[in-house]
């Protein structure tokens, strides 16, 4: 039962009003695209021909985010997802994630969404792998994540698109069950920077470059469907 429920969750993503605050970081990051390498928009641009293709189909768009431990970038690249989809407006998508092991959704960056405005709240914080409700957009439904194997409930188990953000678990990870789609998307990790005083600004920064390309990738979508 709550495996059926946390999958709904995340599909009730869709025509959202955004915070006020999350918009206006969203249009941020728009300013932003000009940032991004050419040759890596060019790639992005295969994620979001697999989108649009699953949309035309009239299918619901299922996106896993994968890195090593399901900790920063997994989390990072699957909430941008969920909120690119409110921004543009895009048919329904169902946005996860997850690892080749689980540990927890590092505080780190559950502070960096936060700082930006995002509601991250749990009850649970003292256990090893809480599970966090989410908000970014008003009356909206709260949003699950948690900590998992990529195989793991609520995510799915076929017709699904893998995003990898990392090169271990690219390389870890040679084949993925159920996996229609593969896109490698790497991206440094920040925890580099833990317990440094360039922690915050290291995490408020991979935060920024992981939503500017997703952002990228949905706006193309948006331009077809």
């Excluded at 080749?100 to 700082?115: D, H, K, S």
């Excluded at 991206?187 to 408020?204: I, Q, S, V, W």
Aim: charged share 25%; proline share 5%; hydrophobic share 40%.
């Amino acid at each position: 039962m709550i495996q059926t429920y946390l999958y709904l969750e995340q599909l009730l993503m869709s025509q959202a009003i955004l915070k006020k605050e999350i918009k206006e970081f969203c249009e941020l990051l728009e300013l932003q695209f000009s940032l991004i390498p050419e040759e890596r928009k060019a790639h992005l641009r295969k994620l979001s021909d697999y989108i649009a293709t699953t949309i035309k189909k009239e299918a619901t768009p299922q996106l896993i985010v994968i890195c090593t431990h399901n900790s920063r970038r997994s989390h990072m690249g699957q909430l941008w997802l969920a909120v690119g989809a409110d921004y543009y407006e895009l048919p329904t998508m169902a946005t996860f994630s997850g690892g080749t092991e689980a540990t927890a959704f590092n505080p780190r960056a559950v502070q960096a969404f936060q700082r930006i405005g995002f509601d991250i709240r749990s009850k649970d914080t003292d256990i090893s792998n809480p599970i966090y409700a989410i908000q970014w957009a008003i009356a909206q439904p709260k949003y699950i994540a948690f900590s998992k194997k990529y195989d793991t409930a609520p995510n799915p188990t076929e017709k699904f698109g893998a995003i990898m953000v990392c090169t271990s678990a690219d390389e870890g990870c040679p084949v993925i069950t159920g996996c229609e789609f593969r896109f490698s998307l790497p991206f440094e990790d920040p925890k580099a920077f833990d317990d440094t005083e360039l922690e915050a600004t290291k995490y408020d920064e991979r935060c920024r470059q992981i939503g500017r390309e997703i952002l990228y990738a949905l706006s193309k979508v948006a331009e077809v469907v």
